[in-house]
Every structure is written in structure tokens, then in C-alpha cells.
């Protein structure tokens, strides 16, 4: 789409004294197809030309008429709308669905830059919870998209593996625990001892006092606090990483806050030799009432290090130990004051990277309306909802084609894909209330819905394959109007993925699967494709092929996997 689009700029930009690629951002998709396949709205040229917009159209239709690809160009009430010619345009887009390597949706606009995405960040010794799912596929989904986007991507898994907890977690542990049933469950096991802590303390104050003591034992290197720990992380991680199994879900790095315990002196010095930090309450911060935000706190008034000191440290990691000329936080909305503080912090101390920092924020993960706290034992497994899923995809799959192969291998992709696409679909922003009659769906716009539509199609072209059909668009061929909506769909799938990338928004690629679902469900009930006659037939399979192709993209891209049964 993009060739053709700037081809009609470059054949108006010297008579609108624009720049070509501003043009091309001007033409729209006429929200009635029968308006045309594409639209410039002139009024915008009006006061520079001196011309009213009626004009300007009639005049640009005459230059558009010789563009490459254009098949009629006419003015209307201030509107030039565009027509393309259908069958070289057909076969354009389908090749390159079929024969590319990226087929329809990389331009590699990333190529040469370096991101660091930070996602998923559990914190050790806490239940992997529903909540946690938004950050884990956004992130995951942002790392593919921007890949194929030509970035180079590198995914950090920041885990919770400092503080104040960790000396609650281990005075509970020797007070309550049981190192069998550690083994045996790890995380649930020490979440149970976790909040028994504070149930205990609610009636026992001195409980506090004990974990902090434990806390400032681990922070001085008592081999007994520290053997804890490290076993809690060890056994914590094991358990996370049968969730991102499931999920699909791999990282690049694995780094604990305890990490940067070395570093964040480094950070300190140099805000104090900048005059950045001044005296407030006892404490160190950087005054930031100039930018309309409250003091960022650097060091508390007991002279411990807090989060802000911590997130500056692992930026400037980050950016000089894995390259990153861009820093991307996948963090619920409720931190996004941090992030804005953290990030002019960095902006003040000279970091050039300062202006890629980005705050990928999300709406808040509820379930069945209710709020979630960890502290209080509130809390739903994702594993757990993950395996109901699973069950329910093997039940549907077991009713409805009982005869299925690896019926268990299908269950585990459209149950996982179920629970992925629910949230994905959604605009990150927004809350996701989770609810299981949601989530385990399976009709509508949902994830198996989106992976039998790929099924389908792989199950036309199985049925095809013993002929031996060249898998290319007839060049004699014109397609219909439900062929046309299909192909002129593909035609956009770049554009979705750059849209995705610029708002940092999966929700964009969800949206668009489910529109090539529907405009191909249309074509497939509509128009015989092995019984028709060439070459139509030899058309609607290569059609079909771009379809499968352009789907298994769309879901590769949200973490999803593509059934070629189902």
C-alpha cells in the first residue's frame, strides 16, 4: 500500500507544494468503498493554493490519472477519490504475501537501533497471578512486533528480589514453613506464609520489627538470610517458568533488583556532585517542582536507597551494557508518576537516551470486578487459569472433531491463545476485567476464532496441494468486490504493524486479524474455490495462501500459535 500511495503524492506533491511523504499520510480510506479505495480531502490545500477545494480536486484528478496503479481518479465536494486498478494490484499483494520473507508487514524501520523492554517483573516469593498476564504479553508482543520491524530487542525480566518482603517471607518461613512443602509448591506455599505474616501481625506489631531485622540481616550478608534467599528465587523461578512454557513467553536477560545493590552508589555521587540532590524531611531527593511533579526520593532518611534510585541504575545498565538507545517499561498505569519522575531524573543528569524512555502503560487487571491484593491473599493463578482454559479447548475439541490428531498439543494452543487474545484484543489503556465466561469464550471475536479461520484455510490449501497449483494471482484475473475487500485488507498490513509500534499497542495487529477473519469468512462462503474454474480457482487459492499467511504473521506477532487443524 505504501508504493501506491506514494506514488499518487509524487504525482501532486509540486502542484500542492507538499513534501511526498506528508501526501501520502493525507490519503484515507473512504469509510463507504464504493466512494473509491482511497481519498485526499483538498480543503487543506485551499488557503495556500488560493483555490477552493472543488477546484484543487479537479485539478489533482487529471495528475493522478497517470500515477502507476491508479485506475480512475475523480472530484468530489472537495474530495479526490482514487480508484486502483484491481487485478495488478491483486497480484502484487498476494505475491508478496507468498513469496516474501516477511511477507506483508515488515519495512524494517528499526534497523540499526537497539530497545530494551522491560515485562513480566514478578516479584520472588509471590504468586504469578492473572495481574501479572497484562505486562507479560504485552511486553512479549511489543519485543516480535518491533523485531520485525527491523529493531534489535532485548527483553528483561526485572523480578522482585529485594526489600523489606524478603525479611517477612524468611522470618515466616522459620517460624511456620516447612521445607517439604516449599519443595513441593514453592510459590504458593511461601505466599501462604507471606500472608500469615500479616494476619499475625495485624494482633502481634512486633512481627514487623522481626522482618525488618531479617531484611537488614540479608542487606548485611548473614550466610543464613542469604541461603533463603537465593533458595526462594531459585524455587520461584522454576515455578514462573513453567507459566511462560505455557504462555510461549521467552526473555533475553533475567535480572533481579538485587542486581544493582553495586550500582546505585555510582548514581548518588554523581547527582550530588551535579547538585541535584537537595535535603527534604531528612531524606535525599531531586527537587522536580519546576516540571509540576513532587520531589523524586533518591535516598530515604534512614539512609537506604528506594525505587527511583534503583530504576536509574537499571537504565543506565540498560543503555551501556546491552546497547539500548531506547528504554521501553511495561508497568501498569498506576506508575506512570514514577516513570515521569525517573525519566526526568535521567534527563537532568545529561542522558541523552533520556528522550526514548518510554512508560508503556496499562489499565488495571481486575477479576470478576474485583480488585486483586497479594497481601491479602486476593490473588488468582495464572497457571491455574491457564490449565482451565486448556481443559476447556480439549472438552469443545473432543465434542466437535472427537477424530482430531495431537487433540492435547491443539487444546494447549487455542486454550493458551484464548486467554492471550482476550486480553490483547483490548486497547492497553483500558481495564480488563477477567472473567472466565469471557476469557473461555470460544465464539465471537476471540482467539480460536481468529486460529479456526487459519485453520480453515490451511485446510483448502491441503485439499489443493495434489494438483500442484502455482500459487500466484492469475494476471488476467479480476477480482469481485468480496475478493477485492480481502486483498485490499492485506494490502494494510503494514500499516496496522507501524500503527501498533508507534502506540506501543498490540490491541492494533488483534484488530486487524479479526478484520482479514471476517472479510475472508465473507469471500469463503461466498465463492467456490476448488470447484471453480481457472482462473478464478487458481486465484482464490493463492488468495487463500496470502489469508493463511498474513493470519499466522498476526498471531505469531501476539504470542499466539497458529493451529493448521482444528
Same mark, same amino acid.
Given at each position: 500500500?505504501? @508504493?501506491?500511495?506514494?506514488?499518487?503524492?509524487?504525482?501532486?506533491?509540486?502542484?500542492?507544494? #507538499?513534501?511526498?511523504?506528508? &501526501?501520502?499520510?493525507?490519503?484515507?480510506?473512504?469509510?463507504?468503498?464504493?466512494?473509491?479505495?482511497?481519498?485526499?480531502?483538498?480543503?487543506?490545500?485551499?488557503?495556500?493554493?488560493?483555490?477552493? /477545494?472543488?477546484?484543487?480536486?479537479?485539478?489533482?484528478?487529471?495528475?493522478?490519472?497517470?500515477?502507476?496503479?491508479?485506475?480512475?481518479?475523480?472530484?468530489?465536494?472537495?474530495?479526490?477519490?482514487?480508484?486502483?486498478?484491481?487485478?495488478?494490484?491483486?497480484?502484487?499483494?498476494?505475491?508478496?504475501?507468498?513469496? @516474501?520473507?516477511?511477507?506483508?508487514?515488515?519495512?524494517?524501520?528499526?534497523?540499526? #537501533?537497539?530497545?530494551?523492554? =522491560?515485562?513480566?517483573?514478578?516479584? &520472588?516469593?509471590?504468586?504469578?497471578?492473572?495481574?501479572?498476564?497484562?505486562?507479560?504479553?504485552?511486553?512479549?508482543?511489543?519485543?516480535?512486533?518491533? #523485531?520485525?520491524?527491523?529493531?534489535?530487542?532485548?527483553?528483561?525480566?526485572?523480578?522482585?528480589?529485594?526489600?523489606?518482603?524478603?525479611?517477612?517471607?524468611?522470618?515466616?518461613?522459620?517460624?511456620?514453613?516447612?521445607?517439604?512443602?516449599?519443595?513441593?509448591?514453592?510459590?504458593?506455599?511461601?505466599?501462604?506464609?507471606?500472608?500469615?505474616?500479616?494476619?499475625?501481625?495485624?494482633?502481634?506489631?512486633?512481627?514487623?520489627?522481626?522482618?525488618?531485622?531479617? !531484611?537488614?540481616?540479608?542487606?548485611?550478608?548473614?550466610?543464613?538470610?542469604?541461603?533463603?534467599?537465593?533458595?526462594?528465587?531459585?524455587?520461584?523461578?522454576?515455578?514462573?517458568?513453567?507459566?511462560?512454557?505455557?504462555?510461549?513467553?521467552?526473555?533475553?536477560?533475567?535480572?533481579?533488583?538485587?542486581?544493582?545493590? =553495586?550500582?546505585?552508589?555510582?548514581?548518588?555521587?554523581?547527582?550530588?556532585?551535579?547538585?541535584?540532590?537537595?535535603?527534604?524531611?531528612?531524606?535525599?531527593?531531586?527537587?522536580?517542582?519546576?516540571?509540576?511533579? /513532587?520531589?523524586?526520593?533518591?535516598?530515604?532518611?534512614?539512609?537506604?536507597?528506594?525505587?527511583?534510585?534503583?530504576?536509574?541504575?537499571?537504565?543506565?545498565?540498560?543503555?551501556?551494557?546491552?546497547?539500548?538507545?531506547?528504554?521501553?517499561?511495561?508497568?501498569?498505569?498506576?506508575?506512570?508518576?514514577? !516513570?515521569?519522575?525517573?525519566?526526568?531524573?535521567?534527563?537532568?543528569?545529561?542522558?541523552?537516551?533520556?528522550?526514548?524512555?518510554?512508560?508503556?502503560?496499562?489499565?488495571?487487571?481486575?477479576?470478576?470486578?474485583?480488585?486483586?491484593?497479594?497481601?491479602?491473599?486476593?490473588?488468582?493463578?495464572?497457571?491455574?487459569?491457564?490449565?482451565?482454559?486448556?481443559?476447556?479447548?480439549?472438552?469443545?475439541?473432543?465434542?466437535?472433531?472427537?477424530?482430531?490428531?495431537?487433540?492435547?498439543? &491443539?487444546?494447549?494452543?487455542?486454550?493458551?491463545?484464548?486467554?492471550?487474545?482476550?486480553?490483547?484484543?483490548?486497547?492497553?489503556?483500558?481495564?480488563?476485567?477477567?472473567?472466565?465466561?469471557?476469557?473461555?469464550? !470460544?465464539?465471537?471475536?476471540?482467539? /480460536?476464532?481468529?486460529?479456526?479461520?487459519?485453520?480453515?484455510?490451511?485446510?483448502?490449501?491441503?485439499?489443493?496441494?495434489?494438483?500442484?497449483?502455482?500459487?500466484?494471482?492469475?494476471?488476467?484475473?479480476?477480482? =469481485?468486490?468480496?475478493?477485492?475487500?480481502?486483498?485490499?485488507?492485506?494490502?494494510?498490513?503494514?500499516?496496522?504493524?507501524? #500503527?501498533?509500534?508507534?502506540?506501543?499497542?498490540?490491541?492494533?495487529?488483534?484488530?486487524?486479524?479479526?478484520?482479514?477473519?471476517?472479510?475472508?469468512?465473507?469471500?469463503?462462503?461466498?465463492? /467456490? &474455490?476448488?470447484?471453480?474454474?481457472?482462473?478464478?480457482?487458481?486465484?482464490?487459492?493463492?488468495?487463500?495462501?496470502?489469508?493463511?499467511?498474513?493470519?499466522?504473521?498476526?498471531?505469531?506477532?501476539?504470542?499466539?500459535?497458529?493451529?493448521?487443524?482444528?
Amino acid at each position: 500500500m505504501k @508504493s501506491v500511495k506514494r506514488a499518487i503524492a509524487q504525482a501532486i506533491a509540486e502542484v500542492v507544494a #507538499r513534501p511526498v511523504d506528508e &501526501i501520502a499520510r493525507m490519503l484515507e480510506y473512504p469509510p463507504n468503498p464504493s466512494l473509491g479505495d482511497l481519498a485526499l480531502p483538498c480543503f487543506q490545500f485551499a488557503r495556500e493554493m488560493r483555490k477552493n /477545494p472543488a477546484q484543487i480536486a479537479e485539478e489533482l484528478a487529471a495528475r493522478v490519472r497517470e500515477a502507476a496503479g491508479v485506475e480512475t481518479a475523480e472530484a468530489e465536494k472537495g474530495f479526490l477519490n482514487i480508484r486502483l486498478a484491481r487485478a495488478p494490484f491483486a497480484a502484487q499483494v498476494v505475491g508478496q504475501a507468498i513469496s @516474501s520473507v516477511h511477507g506483508l508487514f515488515s519495512q524494517e524501520r528499526g534497523r540499526g #537501533r537497539t530497545a530494551v523492554i =522491560d515485562y513480566s517483573s514478578p516479584n &520472588i516469593a509471590k504468586p504469578f497471578g492473572v495481574g501479572h498476564l497484562r505486562s507479560t504479553i504485552i511486553g512479549h508482543a511489543l519485543k516480535r512486533m518491533m #523485531r520485525e520491524d527491523g529493531w534489535k530487542v532485548e527483553g528483561v525480566n526485572h523480578l522482585g528480589d529485594w526489600g523489606t518482603q524478603f525479611g517477612k517471607v524468611i522470618a515466616a518461613y522459620l517460624k511456620w514453613g516447612n521445607e517439604d512443602e516449599v519443595r513441593k509448591d514453592p510459590v504458593k506455599e511461601l505466599f501462604r506464609l507471606y500472608v500469615r505474616f500479616h494476619q499475625e501481625a495485624e494482633s502481634s506489631p512486633e512481627l514487623e520489627d522481626e522482618g525488618r531485622l531479617w !531484611f537488614k540481616k540479608l542487606e548485611d550478608g548473614d550466610p543464613e538470610a542469604t541461603r533463603l534467599w537465593r533458595w526462594f528465587i531459585d524455587e520461584s523461578l522454576r515455578a514462573f517458568k513453567q507459566v511462560y512454557d505455557l504462555l510461549g513467553v521467552e526473555f533475553e536477560h533475567y535480572i533481579g533488583e538485587s542486581f544493582y545493590n =553495586d550500582k546505585m552508589d555510582a548514581i548518588v555521587r554523581e547527582l550530588r556532585e551535579k547538585g541535584l540532590l537537595v535535603e527534604d524531611q531528612g531524606a535525599e531527593v531531586v527537587d522536580l517542582s519546576a516540571y509540576d511533579m /513532587p520531589p523524586c526520593i533518591i535516598v530515604k532518611s534512614d539512609g537506604t536507597s528506594i525505587y527511583a534510585t534503583r530504576d536509574l541504575a537499571a537504565a543506565d545498565y540498560r543503555h551501556k551494557a546491552l546497547g539500548a538507545d531506547t528504554l521501553l517499561y511495561v508497568v501498569g498505569a498506576e506508575q506512570k508518576l514514577h !516513570f515521569q519522575q525517573v525519566f526526568k531524573v535521567l534527563e537532568l543528569m545529561g542522558r541523552d537516551y533520556a528522550k526514548n524512555c518510554v512508560h508503556v502503560q496499562f489499565g488495571l487487571m481486575k477479576f470478576n470486578g474485583q480488585r486483586l491484593s497479594t497481601r491479602r491473599g486476593h490473588v488468582v493463578y495464572l497457571e491455574d487459569v491457564l490449565r482451565k482454559a486448556i481443559e476447556e479447548a480439549r472438552a469443545i475439541i473432543e465434542e466437535k472433531n472427537p477424530g482430531l490428531e495431537n487433540k492435547d498439543a &491443539i487444546a494447549r494452543q487455542v486454550g493458551v491463545g484464548a486467554v492471550i487474545f482476550n486480553d490483547l484484543k483490548t486497547y492497553r489503556i483500558h481495564e480488563v476485567d477477567f472473567r472466565y465466561e469471557d476469557v473461555l469464550n !470460544f465464539d465471537g471475536e476471540t482467539g /480460536p476464532y481468529v486460529q479456526y479461520t487459519h485453520a480453515r484455510a490451511s485446510s483448502v490449501l491441503r485439499k489443493a496441494e495434489a494438483d500442484a497449483m502455482a500459487w500466484e494471482w492469475a494476471a488476467d484475473y479480476q477480482p =469481485d468486490d468480496a475478493e477485492w475487500a480481502l486483498v485490499f485488507l492485506l494490502a494494510q498490513a503494514n500499516e496496522s504493524l507501524e #500503527r501498533a509500534i508507534d502506540a506501543y499497542d498490540p490491541s492494533v495487529i488483534a484488530r486487524y486479524a479479526l478484520q482479514l477473519c471476517h472479510a475472508f469468512n465473507r469471500f469463503y462462503h461466498d465463492h /467456490p &474455490i476448488l470447484q471453480a474454474e481457472d482462473p478464478a480457482r487458481q486465484s482464490r487459492l493463492a488468495l487463500t495462501r496470502a489469508l493463511r499467511e498474513a493470519l499466522a504473521k498476526s498471531l505469531y506477532l501476539l504470542g499466539i500459535e497458529a493451529p493448521e487443524e482444528m
